[in-house]
């Protein structure tokens, strides 16, 4: 079935670049995404990418995607203390299911 | 008010008893979802449905069951709890997976004791 791979942990210092890096095994994906969850919260829909695209880019927020190696990248520039959370990178398989990684913690250091 | 709420918050239930989660849109999506959360697991599914008539199993459905009772509203019931039900339930919505992703629900915090 289809699997969704990515690091537990990131930590990083407040003003440098965060990335995230996730694996994914069904070629078959359509859309590919980066969710955010804060303590106590849902998950949020930080950005989304279609399978066509190399690459997208939202303020501070810059999606890669490698469809040959089926890896997908989140790099959030300038990282603030107000981006540690958790984020989750997900995927649609065949049946129009998503799903999801375990999610990456990601600690930022004033 | 949240486009997608789910109640109650937070639970504490012994084992063997019945309970109701629920969630609730104003979104107007035709599909609702819900998830299981547990600590280095992610998420995973426990039951969707695309519309009214429409229930299908996740990945992890047993002990579990669901009502959609109308568009807007998908309950999920463990008919007799137990404590490795203990986890984070997510109610999730979308209209379409082309681009738009999820709408999440804040959760509900189950305990079985």
């Known amino acids: 079935g289809e699997d969704v791979e990515q690091s537990l942990f990131l930590s990083v210092r407040e003003g440098d670049s965060s990335v995230i890096n996730c694996t994914y095994t069904?070629?078959?994906?359509?859309?590919l995404y980066w969710y955010k969850q804060e303590p106590g919260a849902g998950l949020q829909l930080l950005t989304y990418?279609?399978?066509?695209?190399d690459m997208k880019q939202d303020q501070r927020l810059t999606v890669l995607l490698n469809k040959k190696d089926k890896h997908l990248s989140l790099r959030i520039a300038d990282t603030q203390t107000g981006d540690s959370a958790i984020y989750f990178c997900a995927e649609t398989g065949g049946y129009q299911k998503v799903t999801f990684g375990i999610g990456t913690k990601l600690q930022v250091i004033p | 008010d949240a486009d997608v709420t789910q109640t109650p918050r937070n639970r504490i239930t012994k084992t063997g008893k019945r309970i109701m989660l629920e969630c609730s849109q104003t979104k107007g999506h035709d599909r609702m979802y819900w998830y299981r959360q547990d600590p280095g697991l992610g998420l995973q599914l426990i039951y969707y449905s695309f519309d009214v008539k429409d229930i299908n199993k996740g990945e992890i459905s047993d002990g579990y069951s669901v009502s959609r009772q109308a568009q807007a509203k998908f309950s999920l019931s463990l008919e007799s709890a137990i404590p490795n039900q203990t986890a984070l339930y997510f109610c999730a919505t979308t209209d379409t997976l082309r681009g738009y992703g999820y709408t999440f629900g804040s959760g509900t915090r189950l305990t079985v004791v």
């Open positions: 069904d070629s078959s994906s359509t859309y």
């Open positions: 990418i279609f399978s066509n695209m």
